[in-house]
């Protein structure tokens, strides 16, 4: 299943504007480095969790079964 782009995939891709008065580029590159590290790493957790789940609830429905 196909999963539609949401706006975590583009935290390492994102450019800003420059302007005068603007914020420092290396700053929030390396925050946007840190939130798409920690977003993959939350990703990576739920993807997980959901895969135990569906475990437990065949493990569950087999012991119902006998």
């Not at 706006?7 to 480095?33: C, N």
């Not at 798409?36 to 493990?59: D, Y």
């Amino acid at each position: 299943m196909d999963t539609p782009p949401s706006a975590l995939d583009s935290l390492r891709s994102v450019r800003f504007r420059e302007t005068l008065k603007g914020y420092h580029r290396d700053d929030v590159d390396r925050y946007l480095e840190t939130a798409a590290a920690e977003a993959e790493r939350l990703q990576a957790w739920v993807r997980w969790s959901s895969e135990r789940i569906a475990q437990l609830e065949a493990a569950l429905e087999e012991c119902r079964r006998g």
